[in-house]
C-alpha cells in the first residue's frame, strides 16, 4: 500500500479506490504530487513547472534555483518565515525570540498496521494487513526543531489518516504557536466548498459555496467542535452531485477548537489545512518533549457525495467506535424529558416506564434532575448522588421495577460541569476553568471543570464510579452544555495558560476512556445541548450521538440529511416527540415523525404521563415495524435520494442492505402545494440483476428499473410534514 521509490523520491500511497503521491524535491522539500483515483504507478515526479518567480517568491537559502520557490510549489507541510507567504501548518516561536523555521526531510519508516495516538481518539485497525502507516521526519536544522508527519493508508477505504508530532529536539525550551494535523496543496481552484455552519437546535445546515480567493476560515473557538460548525472541509467539483463525480473530504477527530481552512493562492492552487485551533493556543516544548496533534481522516470518492458519505460511514462504524456495542443493535428508548422535564418522582416514572413498555419500548432514559437537589437547571451539577427529595429510597427501586419490566435502565450525566450552587463547588471553587480573577461568564447557571487537572477529573471518575458500581445502569446520556469562556487554569503557570483548552480536551478523553474501560457494558450517548460536540473524537467514545434538541420532524428531516454527509444513522438519535412540537411549535404527522427517527437510533421523547389511544397506536405499530426492519435501517448502506437543501418542499432517502436484497425507500413532504407535479423518484445502490417486490404488489421490478427509471410517488404525497415508506425485497 505504500511505494517508496528511491530513485524517485517519491512515496506512492495506494489502495484499490485511491493514490496519495508525495515526493521530496532537492532531497529537502517535501512536496505534494497527488490525492484522487487510484493510478498503478506515478511518473510524473519532479515535473511542477520551473518558472523564474523569483522576485515575490523568494528561492530558499538551501537551494537557490531561481525557478523554485516555497511560496508557489505544492506542500506537505508548508512552515513560516522562509518564503512561502499561504497560510502555515504550523508556526514555533523559539527561545531566542525568532519565529522562522525551515524543515527539510530527514528519514522515513513504513510499518504494517496504524499504531494508535496516545491520549487521543484515533480510527484504529483490527490486524496489521489492513492498513500501513508510513512516518517522515522533517528536521530544522537551526533550531533543531523535528516534525513527524504520519500516513495511514488503509486497504479497505478510499480514506488516508494523518497526524503530526513535534519534538523539540534542541537545548532550549520552544513554543508551538500553530500546530496544525495536516495540509495539503491541490493545483487548481475549480472547487466549491461543502460546510455545516448552525447553531443550538438549528445543527448541521448543508452549505455549498464557490471557492473565493484568499483565506477562508471555518472554526471553533468555544472549547468544543460546537454547534455553529464542524472540524470539516469538504472540497467538490462545480459538477459533481449525490451520485456523481469527484469530492474530498478532511474531517478531524477532535471535538475541541478547531480551525479549518482554505487559501486560493495567486496562482490559483487551493490549500487546505486543519488542526486544532491557532486562536487562544500556545504549547510550551521542553528540550526532548514532544506535542502529538489530532488525528485528520481523508477520504476521497469519484461517486459524488453519496460515495463520500458510505466511505466515512464505513469507516466509523467499523474503524472509530470501539467497543461491545459497535456493531450491536441499538434499543429504542423512551427519554422523559420532555414529559417531565425536571419534574418527577419515582412514582410517576414508573407511570412512564409502564407506558412505555407497552408500546414494546426497551431501554427507559432518565434525564436531567434526579440527582444533588436539582429541580431546575441553576443547582447541584458535580453532585453525582441522588436526589433525596426525589427518590426517599435511592434509584435502585426505581431501576429494579424498570429492569422487571425487562426494560434497561440509562441515565444522565453531565459530568464536565459544575454549579455555582453545589457541593463541589462549596469544597473547591478553584477547580472551574478561569482566567485568574476575571469573573465568571454564566451559561446556563453552570461552569466548567477543569479537566486537565488530574484531581478534578479524579474526583468526577471516582463519583461516577461509586455510583456506577452501585446502581446497575446500562445507559448514560453524556451530556454537556455550555461552552468555554475566561480561558485559564489554576493548575498551569503562566506560560502554559494557553494549553488549558487542549489539556481539557485530554483531560476529557481520559476520563472517558478510563469510564468506557471500567463499564464497557454501558452503551453511552454523546450529547451536548443537542448536537453541540457532534465529532468523531466524541465518537471514538460514545458510538451514538443527539442530533439536535430539536425534535420537530420538519427541521430535523434537514439536519438528519446535512448529517448523514458524514455520519451513519446508527450514530444519530432521534425521537418521536409531541404535536406541537416544542422547540418549533409545528404539528407533524405521527407517521413522519415516525419515519424520521427511524432514520437514525429511534426513541420516544413523548409524554408518556398519560396514555393516548390513537397516538399509542401509531406508535406501537411503528415500533413493530422498526424491530422488523431494525438491523437493516441501523446497519444497511444509507443513500439520499432528494435533498430538502435543493428542493425545501421535499427529501427522499433509502437503506439498502449489504446483501442488496432488501431496501426502504423513505419519502418526505415539507411543504405540499396544489396540483404539484408528479414526482418520479429514482432508487440507489440496488442490484441490477436482481428483481425486487415493492410491498405488496404482486409485480416484480428489475433494480435496474427502480434505480434508472424509478417510482412514481403515487398516490402523491398532497400535505404537509406527511412521508411515506416503501419496503423492497427480492423473492427468497
Ligand atoms: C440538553 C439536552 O440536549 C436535552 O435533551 C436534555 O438532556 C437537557 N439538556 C437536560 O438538561
Redesign the pocket.
Known amino acids: 500500500m505504500i511505494i517508496w521509490n528511491a530513485e524517485q523520491q517519491t512515496f506512492h500511497l495506494c489502495n484499490q479506490h485511491i493514490s496519495y503521491v508525495l515526493g521530496i524535491e532537492h532531497q529537502r522539500y517535501l512536496v505534494h504530487c497527488y490525492w484522487g483515483k487510484r493510478v498503478a504507478t506515478f511518473n510524473q515526479y519532479h515535473d511542477y513547472p520551473k518558472l523564474d518567480r523569483s522576485s515575490f517568491s523568494p528561492t530558499p537559502a538551501t537551494w537557490p534555483d531561481r525557478t523554485f520557490s516555497l511560496d508557489t510549489v505544492l506542500q506537505e507541510f508548508p512552515g513560516h518565515g522562509a518564503g512561502d507567504y499561504r497560510e502555515p501548518a504550523f508556526e514555533v516561536r523559539y527561545a531566542d525570540g525568532t519565529q522562522v523555521s525551515n524543515l527539510h526531510y530527514l528519514s522515513h519508516r513504513i510499518e504494517q498496521g496504524k499504531p494508535r495516538l496516545e491520549g487521543l481518539p484515533n480510527t484504529w485497525v483490527e490486524t496489521s494487513d489492513e492498513a500501513q502507516t508510513l512516518t517522515i521526519t522533517l528536521a530544522d536544522p537551526i533550531t533543531h526543531l523535528q516534525v513527524e508527519l504520519s500516513y495511514t493508508v488503509f486497504r479497505d477505504h478510499p480514506v488516508i489518516a494523518r497526524s503530526t508530532r513535534f519534538i523539540n529536539q534542541g537545548e532550549q525550551p520552544l513554543r508551538l504557536l500553530r500546530a496544525l494535523s495536516c495540509a495539503v496543496d491541490f493545483p487548481d481552484s475549480n472547487y466549491q466548498q461543502i460546510q455545516f455552519p448552525g447553531a443550538w437546535a438549528r445543527e448541521r445546515q448543508l452549505h455549498r459555496q464557490p471557492l473565493n480567493p484568499g483565506i477562508t476560515v471555518l472554526d471553533s473557538k468555544r472549547g468544543a467542535s460546537s454547534t455553529h460548525q464542524q472540524p470539516f472541509i469538504g472540497l467538490v467539483r462545480p459538477e459533481t452531485t449525490e451520485m456523481h463525480g469527484e469530492a474530498w473530504a478532511l474531517h478531524l477527530v477532535y471535538s475541541g477548537n478547531f480551525t479549518a481552512r482554505t487559501e486560493v493562492d495567486a496562482y490559483q492552487q487551493t490549500r487546505l489545512l486543519l488542526g486544532i485551533n491557532p486562536h487562544g493556543f500556545g504549547w510550551q516544548l521542553q528540550p526532548n518533549e514532544s506535542f502529538q496533534t489530532p488525528e485528520a481522516v481523508m477520504a476521497w470518492s469519484e461517486n459524488g457525495l453519496n460515495g463520500l458519505s458510505q466511505a466515512l460511514h464505513r469507516l466509523y462504524r467499523d474503524n472509530l467506535v470501539r467497543g461491545q456495542h459497535r456493531h450491536q443493535p441499538r434499543p429504542i428508548l423512551a427519554?422523559n424529558?420532555?414529559s417531565t422535564?425536571?419534574d418527577f418522582n419515582e412514582e410517576k416514572l414508573l407511570t412512564f416506564a409502564r407506558n412505555a413498555k407497552q408500546l414494546g419500548v426497551e431501554l427507559l432514559m432518565l434525564?436531567?434532575?434526579w440527582f444533588g437537589e436539582r429541580n431546575d437547571?441553576t443547582s447541584s451539577l458535580g453532585d453525582w448522588f441522588v436526589n433525596q427529595k426525589k427518590f426517599p429510597q435511592g434509584l435502585r427501586p426505581l431501576i429494579d421495577k424498570v429492569h422487571q419490566q425487562e426494560m434497561k435502565f440509562g441515565l444522565?450525566f453531565?459530568p464536565e460541569m459544575i454549579s455555582r450552587r453545589s457541593d463541589l463547588f462549596a469544597q473547591h471553587p478553584d477547580w472551574v476553568i478561569r482566567a485568574g480573577e476575571q469573573l465568571l461568564s454564566e451559561g446556563?447557571n453552570q461552569y466548567i471543570l477543569d479537566l486537565g487537572h488530574a484531581e478534578v477529573r479524579d474526583n468526577i471518575l471516582s463519583q461516577m464510579s461509586i455510583f456506577l458500581e452501585k446502581h446497575p445502569i446500562d445507559y448514560i446520556?453524556w451530556?454537556m452544555?455550555r461552552n468555554m469562556t475566561e480561558v485559564g487554569s489554576s493548575a498551569m503557570p503562566p506560560e502554559q495558560q494557553q494549553e488549558t483548552a487542549h489539556r481539557y480536551m485530554l483531560g476529557l478523553y481520559a476520563l472517558l476512556d478510563a469510564l468506557t474501560t471500567r463499564f464497557p457494558h454501558i452503551l453511552f450517548e454523546c450529547?451536548?445541548?443537542?448536537g453541540?460536540r457532534f465529532d468523531p473524537g466524541m465518537l471514538y467514545y460514545m458510538p451514538q450521538a443527539?442530533v439536535?434538541?430539536n425534535t420537530d420532524a420538519a427541521s430535523r428531516v434537514y439536519i438528519q440529511h446535512a448529517t448523514s454527509l458524514l455520519y451513519p444513522p446508527i450514530m444519530q438519535c432521534a425521537h418521536v416527540s409531541e404535536v406541537p412540537n416544542h422547540q418549533m411549535g409545528r404539528s407533524t404527522s405521527i407517521g413522519m415523525r415516525g419515519a424520521v427517527a427511524m432514520s437514525g437510533n429511534y426513541g420516544l421523547?413523548l409524554n408518556l404521563m398519560h396514555q393516548d389511544a390513537e397516538r399509542d397506536r401509531a406508535v406501537t405499530e411503528q415500533i413493530a415495524f422498526y424491530k422488523q426492519h431494525r438491523q437493516l435501517l441501523q446497519f444497511g448502506t444509507f443513500w439520499r435520494l432528494a435533498s430538502p437543501w435543493q428542493h425545501p418542499d421535499f427529501a427522499a432517502w433509502m437503506f439498502v442492505s449489504p446483501d442488496q436484497h432488501e431496501a426502504l425507500v423513505m419519502a418526505f413532504s415539507l411543504v405540499s402545494s396544489a396540483s404539484a407535479p408528479l414526482r418520479q423518484l429514482k432508487l440507489a445502490g440496488l442490484d441490477i440483476q436482481a428483481r425486487y417486490l415493492i410491498d405488496e404488489s404482486p409485480t416484480e421490478i428489475g433494480g435496474d428499473e427502480l434505480m434508472y427509471r424509478g417510482i412514481y410517488i403515487d398516490p402523491p404525497l398532497n400535505r404537509d410534514y406527511v412521508s411515506r415508506i416503501w419496503h423492497l425485497r427480492c423473492r427468497q
Open positions: 427519554n424529558w420532555e422535564y425536571f434525564d436531567d434532575g437547571d444522565w453531565e446556563r446520556k451530556d452544555n450529547c451536548a445541548g443537542g453541540g443527539w439536535s434538541d421523547m
